[in-house]
């Protein structure tokens, strides 16, 4: 079983929709976890990290971890045209947690 | 300025032959690291570097080699190119004493095709 499974999508919603991106890990000892955003020929950046179980709310953007269900989600409320971008989420490898493992990517497109 | 940077940001090169991939960072970071991204693969991780004399293997090194000739320079060299090494290729840093890994950031990607 691979540490980190993210369906690839892609997935386009309307201007104003609720998104919601998911990702399932399983190691129960990860303790941290992190959303990155990628826009089209960039690097991806850092969105968003939480710890341990529960909710963490910046702006539109909410990160909610189910640890009794290895299940992490990133919510994006009134998802606007600038959000379309691809969504990996990641956490540490279970080889070591100086290195990261990151999901596969979710490309979003929002229309307007 | 860019904090890290990749050079060249774009590469055709035919099968067989060596090439150097480039990564600088202003950062002041210790940490670096070289993904490949593929469509439908994510981030996979070759080598990574926690200072000039800490070389490690990712999960996918086999074809690569690096070299950190300094903190803020890290190469990714491809010894002689297959085709299937065509991927987007990103550099990363992360400062040292960070938490499970920590906050990472990466330079704007090559793109590499080799023919």
């Known amino acids: 079983q691979k540490e980190v499974e993210q369906d690839p999508g892609p997935l386009s919603v309307p201007e104003g929709a609720i998104v919601s991106l998911n990702c399932t890990y399983s190691n129960s000892a990860f303790q941290y976890f992190m959303w990155y955003r990628q826009y089209s020929r960039k690097g991806p950046e850092l969105l968003m990290y939480?710890?341990?179980?529960g909710n963490k709310e910046d702006g539109r953007f909410t990160a909610q971890v189910d640890k009794s269900s290895k299940y992490i989600s990133l919510f994006i409320r009134d998802s606007q045209p600038s959000d379309s971008a691809t969504y990996l989420c990641a956490m540490p490898s279970e080889g070591g947690s100086e290195k990261l493992v990151f999901g596969k990517g979710t490309k979003l497109t929002v229309n307007p | 300025d860019a904090d890290v940077t990749q050079t060249p940001r774009n590469r055709i090169t035919k099968t067989g032959k060596r090439i150097m991939l480039e990564c600088s960072q202003t950062k002041g970071h210790d940490r670096m690291y070289w993904y490949r991204q593929d469509p439908g693969l994510g981030l996979q991780l070759i080598y990574y570097?926690?200072?000039?004399?800490?070389?490690n293997k990712g999960e996918i090194s086999d074809g690569y080699s690096v070299s950190r000739q300094a903190q803020a320079k890290f190469s990714l060299s491809l010894e002689s190119a297959i085709p299937n090494q065509t991927a987007l290729y990103f550099c990363a840093t992360s400062p040292p004493g960070t938490a499970d890994g920590g906050e990472q950031f990466f330079g704007p990607g090559t793109r590499l095709t080799v023919l």
């Open positions: 570097s926690f200072d000039v004399k800490d070389i």
């Open positions: 939480t710890y341990s179980s």
